[in-house]
């Protein structure tokens, strides 16, 4: 069965996230990754919690107490500065990181993520992600200003070294209304 590009980024993040290890989610939102990602480590795992705006940080807190979520670390700050907190919270190497670019749903739309700082980003967690670690990234591109983060992101992980990653473009082509679509870098 086909499944929603959510769905698929969660299964691709199964399969190659394990009990114990570290990981990011890039952009907390309502925190439904976070608390994802926070079962998928167990509880002697780690996941690093970023948004920008306290909102999102203290709907994700509270969506992770109703869930006995208690091996996140949230964090207010943009995702283009995990590499300080990286350096300091953990020294084990990242087996995977989620990106749900956009908006906060029902809030502000016009803070989004911005092609720059997300390549910042993945750059810095490229550089930490342990072999067969994997970054998904799920695009959202319909609304003001999500057009040039898409082809800002393309065009960047289009060039990354095949010899080091693997980069995968899923996307369903008969959907309207400009539909996320998914890309996946796996470390090799
Ligand atoms: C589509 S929402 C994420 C949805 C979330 N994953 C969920 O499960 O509800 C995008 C989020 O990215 C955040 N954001 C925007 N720029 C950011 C940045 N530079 N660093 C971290 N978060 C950022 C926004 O504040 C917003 O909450």
Do not use: W
Request: net charge negative; hydrophobic share 35%; glycine share 6%.
């Amino acid at each position: 069965m086909l499944q929603g590009i959510l769905n698929y980024a969660h299964e691709l993040l199964k399969e190659c996230v394990h009990p114990n290890e570290t990981v990011i989610d890039a952009t907390c939102g309502n925190g439904n990754d976070t608390v994802f990602l926070s079962k998928l480590v167990g509880e002697h795992g780690l996941v690093l919690g970023f948004d920008i705006q306290e909102q999102a940080i203290n709907n994700t807190k509270q969506k992770l107490k109703e869930n006995n979520c208690d091996n996140v670390k949230l964090i207010l700050d943009s995702h283009a500065n995990a590499d300080t907190y990286l350096s300091t919270d953990t020294e084990q190497s990242i087996a995977g990181a989620i990106f749900n670019l956009g908006y906060l749903p029902k809030s502000d739309k016009s803070i989004i993520t911005q092609g720059h700082t997300t390549m910042t980003a993945i750059n810095k967690i490229l550089q930490r992600l342990k072999e067969n670690g994997i970054i998904v990234l799920v695009i959202y591109h319909g609304h003001p200003g999500g057009k040039e983060e898409k082809d800002i992101i393309l065009d960047k992980v289009s060039k990354l070294d095949q010899k080091k990653y693997t980069v995968l473009k899923h996307e369903f082509l008969n959907q309207a209304n400009t539909p996320p679509f998914l890309v996946a870098i796996q470390k090799r």
